[in-house]
T-cell receptor
Framework: DQQVKQNSPSLSVQEGRISILNCDYT??????FLWYKKYPAEGPTFLIS?????DKNEDGRFTVFLNKSAKHLSLHIVPSQPGDSAVYFC????????????FGTGTLLAVQP | DAMVIQNPRYQVTQFGKPVTLSCSQT?????MYWYQQKSSQAPKLLFH???????NEADTPDNFQSRRPNTSFCFLDIRSPGLGDAAMYLC??????????FGPGTRLTVL
C-alpha cells in the first residue's frame, strides 16, 4: 500500500517557466513533509520541507504548498532552470524521535533550454 | 567537506557471496538509516539505528544485517546476495530535526 504517491512519473517544462510537482498521501498522521532532488548515480539531496502546521514554505525559487484537507502537497519551481532537471522525491514523516520517512516513487523533471 | 560518505560507490559480488557496504558521517547525528532503492522505485527503508538501538523494518529480509560500532560508522551486511538484491543502497543520517541527509549511495551488482 503506497502511502505517498507521485502520480506523474515525468514532467517536461521550458526554461524560465514554472514547474509544479505533485504529491498525495493517505496517512493523516504524517506531520512533516520533505522534497528531495536526485541526480543519476547520486544520493537524494534535501531541497525543502514543510511542517503540517504550515500551508506554505518558500526558499528562493522553491515553494512547497501543503493542503492537509486534501492530503496533497506540491513543489513549485520558479523560474525553472536546466540544472533543475532531476528526479524529485516527495517524502513524509509521522514524526517521532527516529524520523522515519516514507518516499514517493519520484517525478523526473526535464527542463528544456 | 562530505557529510555522509559511502564506500564503495560501486560493488560487484557473486550470487551468494557475502558483501559489506559501509557508511560514515561527519555530522555527529544519532540516527542512521539504510535504504534500498531499485530502479524507478521509491527508496525503501531497511532498518535504522537510534544511537546503538537497532530497529528493523518488518519486511526486511533476514539476509540483511547491520552493525553500528560507533556514532560515525554504520555497515550493511548482505549475507547471501541474490539477483533480486541488486539495487542502489543509500545511507542517511538525521539529528534532532526530521530532515535526513543522504550519502551518494552504493550501486550493488550481483552476478
Amino acid at each position: 500500500d503506497q502511502q505517498v504517491k507521485q502520480n506523474s512519473p515525468s514532467l517536461s517544462v521550458q526554461e524560465g517557466r514554472i514547474s509544479i510537482l505533485n504529491c498525495d498521501y493517505t496517512n493523516s498522521m504524517f506531520d512533516y513533509f520533505l522534497w528531495y532532488k536526485k541526480y543519476p548515480a547520486e544520493g537524494p539531496t534535501f531541497l525543502i520541507s514543510i511542517s503540517s502546521i504550515k500551508d506554505k514554505n518558500e526558499d528562493g525559487r522553491f515553494t512547497v504548498f501543503l493542503n492537509k484537507s486534501a492530503k496533497h502537497l506540491s513543489l513549485h519551481i520558479v523560474p525553472s532552470q536546466p540544472g533543475d532537471s532531476a528526479v524529485y522525491f516527495c517524502a513524509a514523516s509521522p514524526g517521532g524521535a527516529t524520523n522515519k520517512l516514507i518516499f514517493g516513487t519520484g517525478t523526473l523533471l526535464a527542463v528544456q533550454p | 567537506d562530505a557529510m555522509v560518505i559511502q564506500n564503495p560507490r560501486y560493488q560487484v559480488t557473486q550470487f551468494g557471496k557475502p558483501v559489506t557496504l559501509s557508511c560514515s558521517q561527519t555530522l555527529n547525528h544519532n540516527v542512521m538509516y539504510w535504504y534500498q532503492q531499485k530502479s524507478s522505485q521509491a527508496p525503501k527503508l531497511l532498518f535504522h539505528y537510534y544511537d546503538k538501538d537497532f530497529n528493523n523494518e518488518a519486511d526486511t529480509p533476514d539476509n540483511f544485517q547491520s552493525r553500528r560500532p560507533n556514532t560515525s560508522f554504520c555497515f550493511l551486511d548482505i549475507r547471501s546476495p541474490g539477483l533480486g538484491d541488486a539495487a542502489m543502497y543509500l545511507c542517511a543520517t538525521s539529528g534532532s530535526m526530521d530532515t535526513q541527509y543522504f550519502g551518494p549511495g552504493t550501486r550493488l551488482t550481483v552476478l
